[in-house]
């Protein structure tokens, strides 16, 4: 019997490891954009002063998540009517195309608007990528563990997530020390892209040898699957994902990549400091996602969602006045990691919370889709509103509006119960 226990606990966990890599290349190669935007902003947009420039690399930035509620859906939809293991191998190689095609594009003195516009589509083609990749990702990593476990392995939703963006940075700054900054702004921002294609073809691979999901397989047969009208039948876990996600996903987004832009364009801390500063925080952000997500597994999700939102709504106005009034990279890291301590408190669960809202059949769906619309309406455009506040004079302001944010999740998670408790997932 304990032999039986101790090998499917090893297929759990090389399951899991296999998802979590091609989640990691994913959200690396959506995360290079924003690590590399401040070089190749120059070579795909007219010359400018140098927000208008970031502006315009922010504005393709948002326009990748309107693709998103499109994946969350198209995707969603596909992994639960033909498998987990399916969807997630489809979305990795949307993504390899996506940065093989940013890799390539010539710049806008080379062929003009044309360089936007690929900029553009090859953004759209990652966007529907991801917004597959968080549904179906969430989903698999939170069927497949165990119950008392899902908190603990569903954090490696973010786990990775982060390291994604970690992998960006740590090369962005080696390629920093290697190579001279026209040569960064020149080419070398490419390596980064054309990293992130061969690394989506070897996930490929790996996601094919992946089992499907058990909770997949027992619903195979049921028609209804993957169908909206089905998902139209739980209207309260739908807007239950939109409030849960509201304010988490715009205080993440600030915090892990607006705030590079912030530093250097408010705080006025070199490009170099300002990437080891981001790298250092968001190792320990990760290290830290793993820890939450056990802890919620012993005393419920509820507790880490209100710390959240009480921490986040009282915080950070505090938090980013300070920041911005700034030059030292220690007291700057020191912010940084005090905003993703707070953040964790959703970051490390939000993946099992709404898997756990959601029966089997329209899983992925039903975490796709309205996750998909909130991070589209409201985290793909953090950086914009940011940007454009700061722009008009009145860049403060953007404090209040992150704050308010989370003040309207911290209602909802007032008002909703414990999900771990009489969850559909545990069926």
């Known amino acids: 019997m304990t032999l039986v226990r101790d090998t499917r606990e090893r297929r759990v966990v090389a399951n899991i490891a296999k998802g979590s890599i091609g989640n990691l290349i994913e959200w690396y190669d959506w995360y290079a954009y924003t690590a590399f935007s401040l070089y190749f902003a120059a070579t795909f947009f007219p010359k400018g002063d140098q927000t208008a420039q970031w502006l315009n690399t922010a504005a393709v930035f948002a326009v990748g998540f309107l693709m998103r509620p499109i994946g969350g859906w198209l995707l969603g939809r596909f992994a639960d009517r033909y498998g987990r293991r399916r969807a997630l191998t489809l979305s990795v190689t949307l993504m390899a195309f996506g940065s093989l095609l940013i890799a390539v594009t010539p710049g806008y003195s080379t062929i003009g608007v044309a360089a936007p516009v690929l900029l553009v589509a090859a953004r759209l083609l990652q966007g529907l990528s991801v917004g597959g990749e968080y549904a179906t990702s969430a989903t698999y990593l939170s069927e497949m563990a165990g119950s008392g476990r899902r908190g603990f392995y569903s954090s490696f939703q973010y786990v990775t997530l982060t390291a994604g963006q970690l992998v960006a940075l740590g090369l962005q700054i080696v390629l920093q020390n290697l190579l001279t900054p026209a040569q960064m702004d020149s080419w070398g921002w490419r390596i ?134 700034t030059t030292n990279p220690v007291l700057a890291f020191l912010l940084m990691l005090g905003a993703l301590i707070i953040v964790t408190g959703y970051t490390s669960i939000n993946a099992v919370v709404k898997a756990e809202l959601f029966p089997a059949r329209i899983r992925a769906l039903g975490v796709g889709l309205p996750y998909a619309l909130t991070v589209a309406i409201f985290g793909g455009t953090a950086e914009y509103v940011a940007l454009w506040l700061k722009q008009a004079g009145v860049e403060s302001l953007f404090y209040y509006y992150v704050a308010a944010c989370v003040l309207i999740s911290l209602v909802v998670y007032f008002v909703m119960g414990e999900t771990s408790e009489d969850s559909p997932l545990e069926d």
């Open 192 to 325: 980064a892209f054309a990293v992130g294609a061969c690394g989506a073809l070897v996930v490929m691979y790996l996601r094919r040898t992946m089992d499907e999901s058990p909770s997949f397989e027992a619903e195979r047969d049921n028609e209804s699957r993957g169908t909206l009208r089905a998902l139209l039948d739980h209207p309260r876990s739908c807007l239950l994902v939109v409030g849960l996600t509201l304010g988490g996903t715009v205080a993440f987004y600030t915090y892990t990549t607006y705030l590079q832009k912030f530093m250097v364009n408010t705080s006025h801390i070199p490009k170099g400091t300002v990437a080891w500063i981001n790298f250092l925080a968001l190792v320990v952000f990760v290290v830290l996602q793993p820890v939450a997500g056990a802890l919620s597994d012993r005393i419920g999700r509820r507790p880490l969602l209100l710390g959240f939102g009480v921490l986040g709504a009282l915080l950070t106005v505090p938090i980013l006045t300070a920041l911005s009034g």
